[in-house]
């Protein structure tokens, strides 16, 4: 009885003789998506007896229906077979039902599917493949979106076959829903945003500060303005805060993790459970608070080397009691253990053992290591060549006064081998990381908090066997009595005896904390997450699904938008994790705003960010056609052969749908695409000359590169080795909370009779410690849904042969890099890839496991 049910609603047993369409639908029910909600299952059940189902409509890519806005002719609806029938276990995982058309000669070739979703729950359609078309075989509709019930939306949804075309190509049968989709996805801008709505549009970073809590959470507007430049991010339209009406109302904490963004950018499933689901969640209020509380009621401080290795080797005690039961209270078990483990009935805080102290404790201090990670650790893209000696301010002599270096000849020329200072200059010997312009606006502003920290200058010298010698380092403060009369500084070389060498340890460690302040907020955040982010919204808004660079690059976007309005929630906001860790303070998102106004598109693609930065010169006889005048410079030699693969792969791609430049010219979306991002998306820098003009195929192909790698290569190089080289923080410390000790004062004494205590004592303390590596931790590890650079999720992803046979090429090119990149690792005359430390430079390699491995480039700028 209950089978002849079924078969009554789904039409089982009529129309034996006419032709069918067989199909097979994969989705995933809500029930197991959002953590076994029977209550949706149950629902669900319910309607399909009631007869509320979900169907499925042929349109027609051939012909069209004059009664219906000449859209193309639709089938009749046919429903999914079996739902009742079709029982989704406790594991998470696809359903597959089996649905039937019949055939109409009438739609012909079907181009796109019209789905409506009676149930009351919404569901995640993953593919829709018909198999027996007459004259045509199988089509695939590569879905992955999430379908809500018919009374959220105004049209019904649709799915659009893979075949790619460009808009003057497109179906006549098909045009008016194309134009339609974009419509829908472009919204009207006005409202609040909620989880069925699917919008992407643009807003300032207007939502980081919370005045209605005090003063002290208000923060700025960043974006729409001269003094604040920024990129924008997602619009979710919440109503004001009570106390300025520019910034946008926050959720709380506990609902931070339902922050609008589109649907189908959210987290899948795996990488919710995984991690970021209830993992930062948690990291930011129960640990974050019962954290604090016991590190401010107990010692504070690391009083030895040892204690900072406890932390890894043996874990830190935690008194037992009420604070330790509240925090268990408001943590899921699977953080607890992660976090806290037990000697006996004693708590404990225990982290993994990071890749740089794992061969050797002490390496790390070593002055040939401290050098060798600005060329093959996390911050890999801010050393520049010196080209002109002493360094020069490029801050406005009016307002900051005279800010050139202090720098000398006398300082460096006996550590240059035999060189003068003119020469070494001259024959591309000399290097600097300047993190002084970047700062020196902010220094007094940051040392009026708990941070206390210097404008820095490093100088290092490039020596005969490829590895560089520090030379100098410049700490400079604001003149106490006015900005206008320059900077005070002091110039530190290296010394390995006495209180001397303890005063050189300290001036690294200044520069250290500087370098991961600007690896975080600028190399990291700002320009791969911020800066990309528009580019998502663009793409969706301007670019329809058919279109092929909309094709290209949509895997590069996976998870970008959520991974951002996380951010905003808990990391970036007044008073949130990075404000606590890292040294800016307060201050942070203003010290990125300040480094954006000198942000350009065109020079982060690899050749043009090392030709600015002075490390490489044009040379058609080299690998790549590019010299490096550091010749084993780990990540620029592993990012030219990353960009030219991924430069090949675009051009090949884009090859097969441009034929001209007039094409590119007149390809009403990629115009309007390439206008928004520059007018909005960017809007601040719109006006800058040096956008490209998006008219030749050059263009083209350069931009599209240029934005895959700022989504994956460049991301994986700034973020995945955080842990393996940050995780120890003597070695990255994010926070300086004393200056240098000046002779004949108490703190002098100390340097000279306990220098390690000192030193413990001026860079994170215990709380900011166990913060920081907590965080870098969760950040450093793939989740096991991660896509990697040359995957896909599905093959089926584009309906033309050629640009998946390229797409194979290109996913075979980057497996022999990895193999090159190996082979340079175990080559042991390029003394950068390794180093003192004994760690590998791997974090260009394309693959990776998941977990923590300090390896591998995901698709997208997802964590």
């Excluded at 604001?478 to 303890?502: M, Y």
């Amino acid at each position: 009885m209950f089978h002849n049910i079924v078969d009554a609603i789904t039409g089982d047993g009529k129309g034996k003789n006419k032709k069918k369409i067989n199909g097979r639908v994969v989705l995933m029910k809500k029930n197991v998506l959002d953590f076994n909600d029977f209550n949706a299952s149950i629902f669900d059940r319910f309607d399909e007896l009631l007869g509320k189902k979900v169907s499925f409509q042929l349109v027609s890519s051939v012909n069209s229906d004059p009664g219906n806005e000449s859209k193309g002719k639709l089938g009749k609806p046919s429903y999914l077979e079996n739902w009742l029938r079709n029982f989704t276990g406790l594991t998470p995982g696809d359903s597959a039902f089996k649905i039937t058309f019949d055939w109409d000669e009438n739609i012909g070739v079907p181009g796109a599917i019209l789905i409506k979703n009676e149930h009351k729950n919404q569901f995640f359609l993953k593919s829709v493949t018909l198999d027996n078309i007459p004259d045509i075989g199988k089509i695939d509709f590569v879905c992955n979106s999430w379908i809500y019930p018919v009374k959220y939306y105004t049209k019904d949804r649709i799915i659009f076959s893979n075949k790619v075309y460009l808009p003057h190509e497109t179906p006549g049968p098909l045009s008016k829903y194309r134009e339609e989709e974009m419509e829908i996805l472009r919204g009207n801008g006005e409202g609040k945003l909620e989880e069925w709505d699917r919008v992407y549009d643009y807003a300032y970073y207007n939502d980081l500060g919370d005045p209605d809590k005090g003063s002290e959470y208000a923060r700025p507007v960043l974006g729409g303005s001269a003094e604040y430049p920024y990129p924008r991010r997602g619009r979710t339209g919440r109503p004001p805060t009570k106390t300025d009406p520019n910034t946008e109302s926050r959720l709380s904490l506990v609902k931070a993790l339902g922050v609008y963004v589109p649907r189908d950018e959210k987290f899948g499933h795996v990488k919710m459970s995984d991690f970021l689901g209830y993992a930062l969640k948690s990291l930011s209020q129960d640990l974050v608070v019962g954290l604090e509380s016991i590190f401010d009621k107990n010692h504070n401080e690391f009083d030895s080397f040892q204690d900072e290795l406890d932390l890894y080797e043996g874990g830190i005690k935690l008194p037992k009691g009420a604070l330790i039961e509240k925090i268990k209270d408001g943590i899921p078990f699977d953080l607890l253990k992660a976090f806290l483990q037990t000697d006996g009935d004693t708590p404990l805080l225990k982290f993994p053992m990071p890749d740089v102290i794992k061969e050797d404790k002490s390496a790390w201090r070593t002055d040939e290591e401290f050098a060798r990670e600005m060329l093959a650790g996390v911050n890999p893209i801010v050393i520049r060549r010196l080209e002109e000696f002493p360094p020069v301010s490029k801050l406005d002599p009016k307002t900051y006064g005279n800010q050139n270096s202090s720098i000398t000849k006398e300082h460096i020329e006996q550590n240059l081998g035999g060189l003068s200072v003119d020469e070494a200059v001259t024959k591309n010997k000399v290097f600097i990381l300047d993190h002084h312009d970047t700062l020196m606006p902010f220094v007094r502003k940051i040392n009026s908090t708990p941070s206390k920290i210097y404008a820095t200058r490093t100088l290092l010298f490039l020596q005969d066997d490829g590895t560089l010698k520090p030379l100098a380092i410049e700490l400079s403060l604001p003149h106490p009595e006015g900005d206008e009369l320059g900077a005070i500084s002091k110039v530190f070389t290296p010394a390995h005896e006495g209180v001397e060498a303890s005063i050189w340890q300290l001036a690294k460690a200044y520069v250290a904390v500087n370098d991961s302040g600007q690896h975080q907020l600028v190399s990291h955040w700002m320009l791969t997450h911020a800066a990309i982010e528009p580019f998502v919204i663009a793409s969706n808004r301007q670019l329809s699904v058919l279109h092929p660079i909309h094709r290209l690059l949509h895997p590069h976007f996976r998870y970008t938008m959520d991974i951002n309005a996380l951010a905003r929630q808990i990391l970036l906001n007044a008073d949130g994790l990075l404000e606590k860790t890292v040294v800016p303070r307060k201050f942070s998102m203003d010290l990125s705003s300040a480094v954006y106004k000198s942000w350009v598109f065109t020079e982060q693609a690899v050749p043009n960010d090392l030709i600015k930065r002075g490390v490489a010169v044009k040379d058609a006889q080299s690998p790549n056609g590019y010299k490096l005048l550091i010749e084993d410079y780990p990540y620029a030699v592993d990012a030219l052969d990353i960009w030219s693969a991924i430069e090949t792969w675009v051009k090949e791609y884009c090859s097969f749908y441009y034929k001209s430049d007039d094409m590119i010219s007149n390809d009403i979306e990629l115009q309007s695409w390439w206008k928004e991002i520059r007018e909005k998306g960017h809007g601040d820098l719109k006006d800058e000359k040096w956008w490209p003009a998006m008219k030749t195929f050059d263009e083209l192909t350069q931009t599209c590169t240029t934005i895959i790698w700022i989504a994956s290569a460049l991301h994986a190089a700034v973020n995945f080795g955080q842990y393996p080289y940050a995780g120890y923080h003597p070695n990255r410390p994010t926070v300086s909370r004393r200056l240098m000790p000046e002779p004949n004062t108490p703190e002098y004494e100390e340097l000279e009779k306990k220098p390690d205590t000192v030193f413990l004592k001026t860079i994170s303390n215990k709380f900011q410690t166990v913060l920081g590596i907590s965080l870098i931790e969760l950040l450093s590890r793939h989740p096991t849904d991660e896509i990697y650079l040359g995957q896909r999720e599905t093959r089926e992803w584009t309906a033309d042969s050629l640009p998946l046979e390229a797409f194979g090429k290109f996913g075979k090119k980057l497996e022999e890099i990895e193999d090159k990149i190996v082979g340079r690792n175990k080559d042991e005359k390029l003394k950068n890839r390794v180093g003192p430390v004994k760690l590998p430079y791997t974090l260009l390699y394309p693959s990776s496991d998941a977990g923590l491995t300090g390896r591998g480039i995901p698709n997208s700028t997802s964590v």
